[in-house]
């Protein structure tokens, strides 16, 4: 469709690529192909940057014919951040319309199952977080008519193990099955049968949930999006592959089935140009006993095999847990980083945090602000045998990093859901804003002692702020333009009064929430971050975290922990990969290899894996090629 040639292949290479640097041959393949492919890509490919590649051609092409558009779909707004921080010049193009830039889900939302609960409820129902959910479901439920099923709830959760902090994030495991039992998702526990009273109250609440508050879980809406879908007339469908003539689906891999359904359905490969682009190996946001099936890349498929994050060293470790034994090849080749095993045992497990220190100066990485992370795939502080806290007693395993959420980030979303007359999805992030700036102050919500949550700021907002958070918000979506600045400064003028009342000046929380409000990713977080290790010799930060928390970023230096699950480990479980031992039956299996390749994945520079002993006397073999360090006892 598209003739690309080398002059602009090479203006691309400069917008996008460092200095003197350019596109590989198979990148390039995908970069000048314009018909419908999937495109299979190694951990650290450049698969993001190949994307923007073809968004920028595509931008210096608009208007397309017909007034149809793009659509670049993903499961975060990471495209949307790398348009506006890597295409400033063409943000303006890219993101307005006709086009759409988003995450899947908020697309299929909004074109598909919020139209289709609308019909079917005459409704605008709108899907919210499970916690979110939760919250407003107990405020109803501890309303008089639901007395009964509030005092049953509350029984249970005080005499329960104490494993959740508060009774909304118990009734957040509560669901009905479809005879109408109550039954709490740990261990599918029936806690009252169909035909009870509170199985029946819990009915009527979840009912008057979808009524009076028009609120349904995301999980929900995936179940209602499939009957969306599956209600959709031809003619309906047909339409989104005349308005978006090239759709770009991002970590497809990562899809559910019905997710996977749904686009398909929308998008017809015949009729526009579809890229599906991932790593079927990356697959980690399934649960280990998802029924789906993995998507495999259909062929003629087009190929990124080469890594540019990481040394041949670590790409040798990780294609044996690719599919097929795929190789990677590591564009920097060797570096010298050679991967170390750290083997510890129960007496000197805590000397495994101290000796990752040791490795990082050895290796001469001391750069304070580099990024350094120790990560795993247990973080339940509740489940038996080793887990993340194991290594370092200090680790809050119910507390997880924020980070996407900073300020200047939130305010150019409220920006664009008010451009697009989503003021109601606007104020929950004005909200958001104010939790944390006031989590920075220290000022805790004086009923229970701790941070504000979005729903709690709400009742406290309405009985001391009315006047002035309403004013603020109908400035907001009064305004004629909706830039930065002029969003900024109702929001700090409406903050900067609620602060002015607890005694807080607002330069004074500015300076307290530095690391929140700064634009720059250098500024390095407080040292008061939750599952943060500061190394006092260094000040290098040493971020705790698990696989799925870290899926997608760039570490200079990554240690991977060993952790348990249902009497094995994930380390133990990948050893049948090189050779060692048969895979057992369980779909654990397949996953944990895929964990441990999205973890080992990370590094730019160093891995380090901390292994128990006992695991490596069974594997020695597989670890032959690796730099092995054995902690003793002092006494040894």
Avoid at 166 to 184: A, H, P, S
Avoid at 264 to 289: T, V, W
Avoid at 489 to 514: D, E, R, T
Avoid at 549 to 558: L, P, R
Wanted: glycine residues 6%.
């Amino acid at each position: 469709m598209f003739q690309i040639n080398d002059n602009e292949i090479l203006n691309v290479e400069g917008l996008l690529l460092p200095e003197n640097c350019h596109f590989p041959e198979d990148a390039r393949t995908i970069i000048r192909c314009w018909e419908s492919k999937d495109v299979a890509a190694c951990p650290g490919s450049g698969k993001t940057t190949v994307l923007l590649a073809k968004l920028k051609l595509l931008a210096d092409r608009m208007p397309l014919e017909n007034g149809a558009g793009i659509c670049v779909l993903s499961h975060t707004n990471v495209a949307v951040d790398e348009i506006k921080e890597k295409m400033a010049d063409y943000a303006g193009k890219l993101l307005g319309y006709p086009n759409y830039v988003g995450t899947i889900q908020s697309f299929i939302d909004r074109f598909v199952t919020i139209p289709y609960l609308k019909k079917k409820f005459g409704k605008k129902v709108q899907p919210v977080d499970n916690r979110t959910y939760a919250e407003h479901l107990y405020r109803i439920i501890s309303s008089g008519q639901y007395r009964s099923l509030r005092s049953f709830l509350q029984m249970h959760f005080e005499h329960g193990s104490g494993q959740y902090s508060d009774i909304e994030e118990y009734v957040e495991t509560l669901f009905l099955d479809q005879d109408g039992n109550l039954k709490q998702n740990q261990g599918m526990r029936t806690i009252a049968r169909a035909g009870s009273i509170s199985a029946g109250q819990f009915k009527s609440a979840l009912d008057d949930m979808l009524k009076n508050e028009e609120l349904i879980k995301y999980t929900d809406a995936y179940k209602y999006a499939k009957d969306a879908v599956n209600d959709l007339t031809d003619e309906y469908a047909d339409l989104f592959s005349k308005r978006f003539r090239f759709v770009f689906v991002d970590e497809y891999q990562d899809c559910t089935a019905s997710q996977r359904e749904a686009l398909d359905r929308l998008f017809d490969p015949e009729k526009c140009c579809c890229f599906h682009i991932g790593d079927s190996d990356q697959a980690i946001y399934m649960s280990s006993n998802n029924a789906d099936e993995d998507w495999i890349p259909q062929g003629p498929f087009l190929s990124l095999e080469r890594s540019n994050r990481y040394g041949q060293e670590i790409a040798d470790v990780l294609y044996k847990m690719r599919t097929g034994n795929q190789k990677i090849v590591a564009s920097a080749g060797e570096t010298g980083y050679k991967p170390t095993l750290i083997v510890f045992d129960d007496e000197t497990i805590s000397e495994v945090l101290p000796q990752f220190i040791l490795q990082l100066n050895r290796y001469g990485l001391t750069d304070p602000n580099g990024i350094y992370k120790a990560i795993g795939f247990i973080r339940d502080e509740e489940k038996k045998g080793l887990t993340i806290g194991s290594y370092w007693d200090a680790f809050d395993g119910k507390r997880t990093p924020d980070r996407s959420f900073r300020f200047w980030k939130t305010i150019d979303e409220i920006c664009e859901k008010c451009k697009n007359g989503q003021a109601y999805l606007a104020e929950p992030l004005v909200r958001r804003i104010v939790c944390r700036i006031l989590h920075y102050c220290g000022i805790n919500n004086p009923k229970t002692g701790r941070d504000y949550t979005v729903l709690t700021l709400k009742t406290m907002l309405d009985e001391q702020f009315f006047k002035l958070y309403r004013d603020a918000l109908m400035e907001m979506i009064s305004l004629s333009e909706y830039e930065r600045e002029n969003v900024y400064a109702i929001i700090k003028k409406m903050v900067a009064g609620i602060l002015a009342s607890k005694g807080v000046s607002w330069n004074y929380a500015v300076k307290l929430s530095s690391y929140f409000m700064s634009e720059s990713q250098d500024v390095p977080a407080p040292e008061n971050e939750h599952n943060v290790y500061v190394d006092p010799n260094s000040c290098r930060r040493i971020q705790f975290d698990t696989v799925h928390g870290v899926k997608g970023e760039t570490h200079d230096a990554t240690l991977y922990l060993e952790t348990e699950l249902q009497r094995s480990s994930d380390i133990a479980r990948v050893l049948t990969l090189f050779g060692i031992g048969m895979p057992g039956p369980s779909q654990l299996y397949d996953y944990s290899r895929k964990i441990v390749y999205v973890g080992m994945s990370r590094p730019r520079k160093l891995l380090c894996l901390a292994i128990q002993k006992s695991t490596f006397e069974k594997g020695k073999k597989a670890f032959q090629d690796w730099d092995v360090i054995e902690l003793r006892t002092q006494d040894t």
